[in-house]
Nanobody
Framework: QVQLVESGGGLVQPGGSLRLSCAASGFTLDSYSIHWFRQAPGKEREGVSCVTSGDGTYYGDSVNGRFTISRDNAKNTVYLQMNSLKTEDTAVYYC??????????????WGQGTQVTVSL
């Protein structure tokens, strides 16, 4: 069964850090680009970051310089290190697999999401 499972979300104070994980089962991540998206209540889904199969990385303007995406193909897992978190980072974070990071590539697999809440 093909699955992407996110973990690592939770409640953190502004300025804090979290590391999200996206673990794959039923397929290998190394030939896919892996996206992180997020969606806050009442807002459209936003692309946060993406890492290509060749370890190229992309970041949204709102997280550039604060978030770092990485992959560990041996563990079949992609990570999103989130530092200097702001209240506006509060959202459900989803990982997704595609054949490339550009928007022309359809998403092949989605995870179920993990909640990140940044609050005092």
């Amino acid at each position: 069964q093909v699955q992407l499972v996110e973990s690592g979300g939770g409640l953190v104070q502004p300025g804090g850090s979290l590391r999200l994980s996206c673990a794959a089962s039923g397929f290998t991540l190394d030939s896919y680009s892996i996206h992180w998206f997020r969606q806050a209540p009442g807002k459209e889904r936003e692309g946060v970051s993406c890492v290509t199969s060749g370890d190229g990385t992309y970041y949204g303007d709102s997280v550039n310089g604060r978030f770092t995406i990485s992959r560990d193909n041996a563990k079949n897992t992609v990570y999103l290190q989130m530092n200097s978190l702001k209240t506006e980072d509060t959202a459900v974070y989803y990982c997704a697999a595609a054949l490339g990071c550009l928007s022309v590539y359809e998403i092949n697999y989605w995870g179920q999401g993990t909640q990140v809440t940044v609050s005092l």
